[in-house]
């Protein structure tokens, strides 16, 4: 696609309840990224993937967060058994390389929020 | 561990002045990006600064790199309305990923 798509725009939990987040980035972008980012805070790095390999998962906050991309396109963020503090803005984004020259193309976002 | 700092986190302007944004990062940096983000939207790339000295301007916008200060800045000139959004930056060391600075709350009144 032109850019890069998430789905749902909008999600509301209930807390305990599991949530997934989809991140459809650019056809052929090898390089995928999570992001969370808090009201009024920069974005904080979660997940890296290139292509079907997750490469990078220090940033995942706790073992409730799990991330795939098995076919090396479309990825989903899960978040089980969601607790308040896990309200955020959740951004993917995605690369054609590695730390591109062009930068990282992102997405809309997922905004949850844990009630 | 690498971290980015931006000053300021909020800043008022009127329509035509000038200003600076500056943002340190504190080990070395492969790369320094420039991101704005409106209310609500997700984050526009703005630039992308590659090497000490790097220099970029688009309309009133100008960012500069300065790698062994580890510093890049944000000029903005004649600020306009339209300019009033949150800008990041943010930087990359070995790894892939962003490590993101707080943002700059910029709002320019007419």
Known sequence: ??????????KVAKRGQD???????????????????????GPEFLTYFQNE???????????????????GSVSTLKIQRTQQEDSAVYLCASSLGGPGTSGYTFG???????? | ELKVEQNPLFLSMQEGKNYTIYCNYSTTSDRL???????????????????????KQEGRLMASLDTKARLSTLHITAAVHDLSATYFCAANNAGNMLTFGGGTRLMVKP
């Not at chain 1, 995942?60 to 076919?71: I, Y």
């Open chain 1, 1 to 10: 696609g032109a850019g890069v798509s998430q789905s749902p725009r909008y």
């Open chain 1, 19 to 41: 949530v997934a987040l989809r991140c459809d980035p650019i056809s052929g972008h090898v390089s995928l990224f999570w992001y969370q980012q808090a009201l009024g805070q």
């Open chain 1, 53 to 71: 390999a997750q490469l990078d998962k220090s940033g995942l906050p706790s073992d409730r967060f799990f991330a795939e991309r098995p076919e």
């Open chain 1, 108 to 115: 809309s976002g997922t905004r949850l929020t844990v009630v």
């Open chain 2, 33 to 55: 990006y420039w991101y704005r983000q409106d209310p609500g939207k997700s984050l526009e790339s703005l630039f992308v600064l590659l090497s000490n000295g790097a220099v």
